[in-house]
């Protein structure tokens, strides 16, 4: 793995720092993208009050349509505001890494893109709520399909995880190489 140099803060007249790229916050804006479109899709169809929360096939809480559409798009938004600046910081910081910035650019996909396992959630949640207030009836219980998206996910983030480590140690040069 890297490390961070503190002998030369700038950077060399031959490097330039890791410049932002739109895959790295990619999936949060698809999801952000997808949240507003079914929000949009379905405004016309949704009744005021809504219901948002199930006890067992019944709703018992509702609440204002415009309220409810606001909680489902703003954590999508808050998501893609905190990739941007999360691969925006690292990307303030990468003139101050001692290699060329490609273990920056290989990890920088995966930390943008990790609040989409939380927005996969968040855009099902929304839709099983659509469906409920539109067709009046809920399609699927929630808890094992959000167990099913995290497990997924962070297997997902493991094997990347592991593969860069890995990829980082062969990197590394032996002690007898030094």
């Known amino acids: 793995m890297s490390a961070i140099s503190t002998q030369n803060p700038q950077p060399g007249p031959e490097r330039e720092p890791v410049k ?3 895959s790295y916050i990619g999936l949060p804006l698809v999801l952000l993208a997808i949240a507003v479109i079914l929000a949009a899709i379905f405004y016309s ?6 219901a948002y929360r ?3 096939s019944a709703a018992d ?13 703003l954590p999508n938004v808050l998501c893609v505001v905190m990739s941007w600046g999360l691969v925006r910081l690292v990307l ?6 001692e290699d060329e910035g490609s273990f920056i650019a290989r990890v920088l996909p995966l930390m943008g893109n990790m609040p989409t396992v939380a927005q996969i959630i968040f855009v099902l949640a929304g839709l099983q709520i659509y469906i409920y207030n539109t067709a009046g009836k809920l399609v699927a219980p929630f808890w094992p399909v959000a167990a099913g998206v995290l497990l997924i996910g962070a297997a997902i983030m493991f094997f990347k995880i592991t593969s860069l480590f890995l990829e980082s140690r062969r990197r590394r040069p032996k002690p007898d190489q030094e």
Do not use: C, G, K
């Not at 809480?61 to 909680?71: E, Q, S, V």
């Open 45 to 50: 169809r949704l009744p005021d009050p809504m």
């Open 92 to 97: 303030a910081t990468s003139v101050y890494w």
């Open 20 to 22: 932002f790229r739109l």
């Open 61 to 73: 809480r509702l609440i204002n349509r415009n309220i409810m559409l606001a909680w489902l798009i």
């Open 54 to 56: 199930f006890q067992t």
